[in-house]
């Protein structure tokens, strides 16, 4: 990835006061931030569509085993991360390019007890500092549409996967309605930040990486009713301290109103799938 699209990404994703007032926000809530459990953070902790919800389902179809080592592509703050760490007993490296995030995971992850079980590096994704056939599994959740270069992100997750591992995926894909996007959602403000691929160029850089499809599903549906309980709370007002806000700024109201927006035009759909290495 070019630096200025890597400063680019970062920039969008978070700036460098996030930790405090996130931090800020947790004591205004009675939390204290060095002392937390999961369930303090679920609000602001999986920043993808669907929620925990949806990264268990992911999981459970995953049959992730514990002791596992696996790796988070585009960990954000780290909440994935964490989810898989203390229900399924799996140990993550978790990567992002966003610097404020990966001081975050940091953090989140000492102050819920489960730093021993994970490390956090920021790094781009395209060019992983991992050793080959680390990883039992790569897990991403909304990550790909933030590779300019998915052929060769792909070829680094494969390289670190060991021969039969999974990579799990929960992304969001191009629709069939080629009408161009509202923006900003919340991977992108505009066009050039966004490399969404259709279902059918995705599967054919996958299996030309040397991936084959284990399952493969489209979850459009359960998305566009998640999605749309949460705007309509946001239309109401936000009336708790602890929301994705806090990640995203104010104009994160827009984008979910925008997200809803697309993929109820069917100009985006949201799919779960698993691909495994061949040995």
Same mark, same amino acid.
């Given at each position: 990835?070019?630096?200025?699209? #890597?400063?680019?990404?970062?920039?969008?994703?978070?700036? +460098? #006061?996030?930790?405090?007032?996130?931090?800020?926000?947790?004591?205004?809530?009675?939390?204290?931030?060095?002392?937390?459990?999961?369930?303090?953070?679920?609000?602001?902790?999986?920043?993808?569509?669907?929620?925990?919800?949806?990264?268990?389902?992911?999981?459970?179809?995953?049959?992730?085993?514990?002791?596992?080592?696996?790796?988070?592509?585009?960990?954000?703050?780290?909440?994935?991360?964490?989810?898989?760490?203390?229900?399924?007993?799996?140990?993550?490296?978790?990567? +992002?390019?966003?610097?404020?995030?990966?001081?975050?995971?940091? %953090?989140?992850?000492?102050?819920?007890?489960?730093?021993?079980?994970?490390?956090?590096?920021?790094?781009?994704?395209?060019?992983?500092?991992?050793?080959?056939?680390?990883?039992?599994?790569? %897990?991403?959740?909304?990550?790909?549409?933030?590779?300019?270069?998915?052929?060769?992100?792909?070829?680094?997750?494969?390289?670190?996967?060991?021969?039969?591992?999974?990579?799990?995926?929960?992304?969001?894909?191009?629709?069939?309605?080629?009408?161009?996007?509202?923006?900003?959602?919340?991977?992108?403000?505009? +066009?050039?930040?966004?490399?969404?691929?259709?279902?059918?160029?995705?599967?054919?850089?996958?299996?030309?990486?040397?991936?084959?499809?284990?399952?493969?599903?489209?979850?459009?549906?359960?998305?566009?009713?998640?999605?749309?309980?949460?705007?309509?709370?946001?239309?109401?007002?936000?009336?708790?301290?602890?929301?994705?806000?806090?990640?995203?700024?104010?104009?994160?109201?827009?984008?979910?109103?925008?997200?809803?927006?697309?993929?109820?035009?069917?100009?985006?759909?949201?799919?779960?799938?698993? %691909?495994?290495?061949? #040995?």
């Amino acid at each position: 990835m070019k630096a200025t699209a #890597s400063q680019d990404l970062s920039q969008h994703y978070a700036d +460098d #006061s996030l930790a405090e007032r996130l931090k800020e926000a947790l004591i205004a809530e009675g939390l204290n931030p060095q002392q937390l459990n999961p369930d303090d953070l679920a609000a602001i902790d999986q920043l993808h569509v669907g929620g925990r919800k949806a990264s268990r389902q992911l999981a459970d179809r995953a049959e992730l085993q514990p002791g596992q080592r696996i790796l988070d592509v585009g960990c954000g703050t780290g909440g994935s991360s964490r989810l898989l760490e203390a229900e399924y007993g799996v140990q993550l490296v978790g990567v +992002d390019i966003t610097p404020p995030f990966i001081e975050v995971a940091r %953090w989140l992850s000492q102050a819920t007890g489960l730093d021993a079980r994970s490390q956090f590096i920021c790094c781009d994704a395209q060019q992983l500092p991992l050793e080959d056939e680390e990883f039992a599994a790569a %897990w991403s959740q909304h990550t790909l549409m933030n590779l300019p270069d998915l052929e060769q992100g792909l070829a680094e997750i494969h390289r670190v996967l060991r021969p039969g591992g999974q990579l799990l995926l929960h992304e969001v894909l191009k629709g069939e309605n080629k009408e161009p996007l509202d923006y900003p959602v919340p991977w992108a403000e505009s +066009d050039e930040q966004s490399h969404l691929k259709t279902p059918a160029e995705l599967r054919q850089l996958l299996e030309k990486t040397g991936f084959e499809c284990r399952f493969e599903e489209e979850v459009t549906d359960e998305a566009l009713a998640w999605r749309k309980k949460h705007t309509e709370r946001e239309a109401r007002g936000q009336t708790q301290i602890l929301t994705p806000q806090l990640i995203f700024g104010p104009r994160f109201v827009q984008m979910g109103k925008n997200l809803m927006q697309n993929l109820q035009a069917g100009r985006v759909r949201l799919f779960q799938a698993a %691909w495994v290495k061949k #040995s």
